[in-house]
C-alpha cells in the first residue's frame, strides 16, 4: 500500500529505515497531473530498485512571469490513484514551504553552466535554475541510488545529469524514451491546454524534426540551414516556434557535419500551449 507523506521528518524517517536495511530507491520526480509517459519513468524505476519514491510537487521556482503556475493542473487524488496502481511504495507531496522555508525568493539557488543555457533557457530565462535547485533538495531527502527522467525534456535531463556529476553524487540519472500519441505528438500535461485545431496541428512539430533528422542522416548540409528551414515550416503551419537546433547529445552545443552523438531539437508556441521535442539522430 503506497503512503503518502508530506513532511521532511516523515520522509527522512522512511528512508533512513531501507538505508539502515540496505535496500535500494529509485525516484521519479514529477509536477502531477500525470499521463502514461510519467507512468513509464515509474515502470522504469520499478524495476531498478526494491523502493519506489514519487514525488508531486509543482516548483514555483521554476516558473516565469506570466507563465502558467497558477494555472498548473493539480490532480493530487487522481496521481495518487495512479501511482498506487503501479506500484509505487511512497509519495512525497509537500507545499512550498517545505521545499523553501525561507521563501522563494531569497533562497539559495543551483546554477548548471553551459548545459543550461541557451535553447529553453532563451525563452524561459532562470527556469532550468528553479528544476536544479529544486532536484537538489529532492535528492538530498530521497537520497536515492537512481532517479529517472523522461527525454522529452532532454535539456532538463542534461542538466540534472551535469549537476549530478559535478556535485560528485552517488545517483544514477537515467532517461526513458519519450512516450507518444498515436499520431506522434509527445504526451505532456500541458497537450490539455491545445484546442480542437491546435491538437490537430500539433504532432507536425514532431515531423518536422523528424523531416530534419532524415535531411542530416542524407548528408544534407549546412545544419544551420536545416534549422532556419524548419523553423520557417513550422511557422508556415500555424506555429510560433522558438528554435530547431541539432546539438551535441552530451553538452548541448552546435555541431556540424560528421557529429553521430547528436540530437535535433525544437520547442514552438501553439494556441496557449508550449510544445517541447526531440529525437536521436
Known amino acids: 500500500m503506497m503512503r503518502t507523506l508530506t513532511t521532511v521528518e516523515a520522509l527522512r524517517s522512511q528512508v533512513s529505515a531501507w538505508r539502515s536495511a540496505g535496500e535500494g530507491i529509485a525516484f521519479v520526480p514529477t509536477m502531477g497531473n500525470l499521463h502514461e509517459g510519467h507512468l513509464q519513468l515509474v515502470r522504469h524505476a520499478l524495476e531498478q530498485a526494491p523502493h519506489v519514491v514519487a514525488s508531486v510537487f509543482v516548483n514555483p521556482t521554476q516558473f516565469g512571469p506570466g507563465e502558467d503556475f497558477d494555472s498548473y493542473p493539480r490532480t493530487l487524488d487522481s496521481d495518487q490513484q495512479k501511482l498506487a496502481a503501479e506500484g509505487v511504495q511512497l509519495l512525497f507531496a509537500p507545499a512550498v514551504d517545505t521545499l523553501y522555508p525561507g521563501g522563494t525568493q531569497a533562497t539559495t539557488q543551483i546554477e548548471v553552466p553551459e548545459v543550461s543555457h541557451g535553447l529553453c533557457d532563451d525563452f524561459r530565462p532562470g527556469h ?8 537538489a533538495r529532492l535528492f538530498n531527502l530521497v537520497q536515492p541510488d537512481v532517479a529517472v527522467f523522461g527525454e522529452k525534456d532532454y535539456q ?103 557529429e553521430l552523438n547528436a540530437r535535433v531539437l525544437g520547442a514552438a508556441q501553439l494556441g496557449a500551449a508550449r510544445l517541447i521535442d526531440n529525437l536521436g539522430l
Open 128 to 135: 532550468f535554475a528553479g528544476v536544479a535547485t529544486v532536484v
Open 156 to 258: 532538463q535531463l542534461t542538466v540534472i545529469r551535469r549537476m549530478v556529476r559535478d556535485l560528485c553524487w552517488p545517483i544514477r540519472v537515467e532517461g526513458v524514451p519519450t512516450v507518444r500519441e498515436a499520431d506522434g505528438l509527445a504526451m505532456s500535461s500541458r497537450n490539455q491546454y491545445l484546442g480542437t485545431a491546435e491538437r490537430r496541428l500539433a504532432p507536425q512539430l514532431y515531423r518536422t524534426l523528424c523531416e530534419v533528422a532524415e535531411q542530416v542522416r542524407a548528408g544534407q548540409i549546412p545544419y544551420r540551414e536545416l534549422e532556419s528551414g524548419a523553423m520557417q515550416r513550422l511557422a508556415d503551419a500555424g506555429f510560433r516556434p522558438e528554435y530547431v537546433a541539432i546539438r551535441h547529445a552530451e553538452t548541448l552545443q552546435p555541431v556540424e557535419r560528421g
